[in-house]
């Protein structure tokens, strides 16, 4: 009997130590931890963290992490808590809050883009600048809820500024 619960331990130990090898964002203790960090008074927030580490809350969230959170996040390379992609995801690229990139399009423009996203990345506001070989400059003012809901399904308001003998010619388009 004896041999058997050593076996099952074994075993059980075995199996935490493949699934910790699934990295991930530990989002459980992640949250608790900024929602320890919500507390105003560094006393009370100190009293809280003891508390938490006293009472294993700490140590019940990071293994839900380990054993049920991570290994999720790490197959189906999105995390079940914050719904945000995998950390391993190698197809994810998120871009600066603030940024500005310069390229030249196939038909030889010149395109400079610059953009903003908000504080919790719902909304983007862009600046593209086009200048065509001959010259002609097209400005796009671009604001949508989401960089995806702009590139999928359209839904942004343009503004287009595009000179024509040095006079600027607004169009706005809503889609």
């Not at 999720?72 to 500005?100: L, M």
Request: glycine share 8%.
């Amino acid at each position: 009997m004896r041999a058997k619960k050593a076996g099952t331990a074994v075993a059980l130990l075995c199996g935490i130590t493949l699934l910790s090898g699934c990295y991930g964002q530990f989002a459980l203790v992640h949250t608790l931890y900024k929602a320890n960090g919500q507390v105003e008074n560094k006393w009370a927030r100190s009293g809280l963290t003891a508390l938490m580490v006293i009472l294993p809350v700490y140590e019940f969230a990071g293994l839900g992490d380990v054993i049920i959170f991570n290994p999720i996040e790490f197959w189906s390379k999105k995390n079940p808590i914050t719904d945000k992609p995998s950390v391993a995801s190698k197809n994810t690229v998120v871009p600066p809050v603030n940024g500005t990139t310069v390229g030249t399009a196939k038909n030889g423009e010149r395109v400079t883009v610059s953009w903003h996203f908000s504080n919790n990345r719902e909304r983007v506001s862009a600046v593209v600048v086009k200048r065509s070989s001959a010259g002609n400059v097209t400005v796009h003012l671009v604001r949508a809820k989401t960089l995806e809901g702009a590139l999928e399904t359209g839904h942004v308001q343009m503004t287009t500024i595009r000179f024509d003998r040095n006079l600027p010619v607004v169009t706005r388009k809503v889609g």
